[in-house]
């Protein structure tokens, strides 16, 4: 007797369901992206309880003539392709036609359509794959499709649904990339009565994002043409202290796309400047020929193979490390006193008349404390601004912050300053550490650090696992002026350290390596350990908060930091600035 048998029709449209239908809303996303290859310019969307009730996409497109009706709901019929050389040209959304007929298998279907300029539409209505009816209907030009409750019949399917609302989340963000990618198409969502999108037709990705996510100032513009690929959006500014992880919309040829390499660059982007990890919030387009990529690889349409990977990944990471190089400082928001607060009437008197006081701000006032750190080395004269380039070097890079004229420091921690467009709080030790960062890592480019010897060498105890950290890195910490040894048990020798550096700070920069290495997975590229201890050492090597300073060197750090290629952090990630603007103080004082 024969062991291979043909499926029937009804159960092979359910193995199809299963790879093109997820949830509600991958079953919104296949109606929705079938409507705008139909032209629609305004959408419709309704679900209940998540999807799971009920999904109703409505659409004024121009619909389809009674026997393409009937034809769209059998497998493989489309309107997208006719012969396989059109799969290496795909320019529509969808091209299988599996996604109707599988998402009917599943569900109680109900499709009314009526062509443009058509004296009436179709109505089919089908139950789990089975046409129940076809019937002439009145209704106006466009497609409807209601899809009510999914997986009705595949109970093992429904029972790994979320919940009601993890459901509807997923839907408002799946309309949410929908609608960023569309701003030419008007896009509605209503939840359980509840109306969760609103968005007419408006003229540019800005005011989709607007209507989208509201006024969002902590978001820097992308945009660069390459010839064959165009890279445009918004991303997330270096400073941007809001959570770690943000939404990442990603589209190519205006389809959304989950792709490693864009993923990738994306975070190298953001790692160049910041060892800080995180998955930055990005709302990024590319355009490219529809031959140059494949989007046949994966039954969701999600997932994309590129003819140029390494091309795309060298173009997304160029433009977004240019675009967050000249990202804003973050800004501050005045919040008026209420009006009746009581404030003292009087001040101190001075003790006499004519009494002076010597000027913290001048070179020779020797006022550093006992025991504080001198200011760090500035090295011989200054340094060219750099930036990253394409094998992780430094190149020049034009300055993105505006010369500043220090005014004092506040608490002997923060510089306040200002230049002619407001007034900027900078934290001392966070701005120098990042000029110190980027001049270390400018001057690994060209050899090493430079060294200075110690009298006696350092003998330092530590862990096992943090001996073999530094032991396993000796090379690389010998570039940035380190001479370690191992010297027996779990001590090594220090025998030479970084001129940058103070000598009683090695033993403390040396075990704080140590404990960063540590945590490094073994398989880590070197440049992720240099890049790590180029960190720590300028931290370690960065004037300290509570630490005054002179105008002269306050004036030092602000010209430094402009010529660095990110200024407005610090490669832990952490702001180096705040600034207020002209704009918010002169609104504050009821001048605008």
């Known amino acids: ?112 359509t009526r062509a443009r300029g058509a004296q009436s539409g179709t109505d089919i209505r089908v139950t789990g794959g089975a046409v129940a009816s076809v019937a002439e209907a009145g209704m106006p030009e466009g497609t409807v499709i209601e899809v009510s409750d999914l997986f009705y019949n595949l109970p093992a399917r429904r029972k790994f649904l979320k919940s009601d609302a993890a459901e509807a989340a997923q839907v408002s963000r799946v309309v949410t990339q929908l609608a960023l990618c569309y701003p030419e198409i008007g896009f509605s969502l209503t939840s359980s009565g509840r109306k969760v ?25 992308v945009r660069r043409d390459r010839g064959d690929v165009k890279v445009f959006g918004y991303v997330a500014a270096l400073a941007e202290q809001g959570p770690t992880r943000g939404p990442q919309n990603v589209f190519v040829n205006r389809r959304i796309v989950k792709d490693r390499t864009i993923a990738h660059a994306i975070i190298d982007s953001y790692s160049v400047a910041s060892i ?126 505006r010369p500043m004229m220090p005014l004092g420091q506040f608490r002997d921690t923060f510089i306040i300053a200002v230049d002619e467009e407001g007034i900027a709080i900078i934290d001392q030790h966070v701005a120098h550490e990042r000029v110190l960062f980027e001049r270390i890592t400018e001057r690994l480019t060209t050899g090493r650090l430079e060294s200075q010897r110690l009298l006696e060498p350092l003998l330092i105890s530590l862990s096992a696992g943090a001996r073999q950290a530094l032991v396993a890195r ?41 404990d960063d290495l540590e945590g490094l997975d073994r398989g880590s590229p070197v440049d992720e350990a240099i890049k790590r201890i180029a960190a720590t050492m300028a931290c370690h090597a960065a004037v300290k908060a509570n630490y005054p300073l002179t105008a002269e060197k306050m004036t030092h750090i602000l010209d430094e930091l402009r010529r660095t290629a ?13 600034r207020l603007t002209r704009r918010e103080v002169e609104k504050n004082f009821q001048r605008i």
């Open 1 to 112: 007797m024969a062991k291979i048998h043909r499926l029937p029709a009804d159960l092979a449209n359910q193995i199809a369901a299963g790879e093109v239908v997820e949830r509600p809303a991958s079953v919104i996303k296949e109606l929705v992206e079938n409507s705008i290859d139909a032209g629609a310019r305004r959408l419709t969307i309704t679900v209940e309880f998540g999807g799971k009730k009920l999904i109703r996409v409505e659409d004024d497109g121009e619909g389809m003539e009674p026997e393409d009706a009937r034809l769209a709901i059998e497998r493989h019929a489309t309107s997208k392709i006719r012969r396989a050389d059109d799969l290496e040209r795909i320019a529509t959304l969808g091209f299988r036609g599996e996604a109707l007929p599988s998402i009917a298998s599943v569900s109680h279907f109900l499709l009314r």
């Open 197 to 221: 999108l609103q968005c007419p037709p408006v003229a540019t990705l800005k005011d989709r994002l607007y209507q989208l996510y509201g006024e969002r100032n902590d978001l820097i513009e």
């Open 566 to 578: 990110y200024s407005t952090i610090c490669p832990h990630g952490r702001p180096v600035m705040l």
């Open 474 to 514: 000796a090379a690389d910490l010998e570039r940035l002026g380190f001479e370690i040894e191992e010297f027996g048990g779990d001590t090594v020798r220090l025998s030479a350290y970084p001129a940058v550096l103070r000598a009683e700070d090695c033993e403390t920069t040396l075990r704080t390596l140590a």
């Open 276 to 401: 800080k990890e995180r998955s930055p919030e990005v709302h990024l387009f590319l355009e490219m020929p529809f031959d140059a990529l494949d989007v046949n690889v994966h039954p969701t349409k999600a997932e994309v193979r590129f003819r140029d990977q390494s091309f795309v990944h060298e173009v997304i990471r160029r433009t977004l490390g240019d675009a967050l190089g000249r990202g804003p400082a973050p800004e501050l928001v005045l919040q008026a006193p209420p009006v009746g607060d009581s404030y003292p009437t009087t001040l101190p008197l001075p003790t006499s008349y004519g009494t002076t006081f010597p000027s913290r701000w001048t070179t020779s006032a020797p006022f550093a404390p006992t025991g504080a750190a001198p200011f760090a080395p500035t090295s011989e004269g200054t340094i060219a601004p750099f930036a990253p380039t394409t094998d992780g070097t430094i190149a020049p890079s034009a300055p993105t912050i």
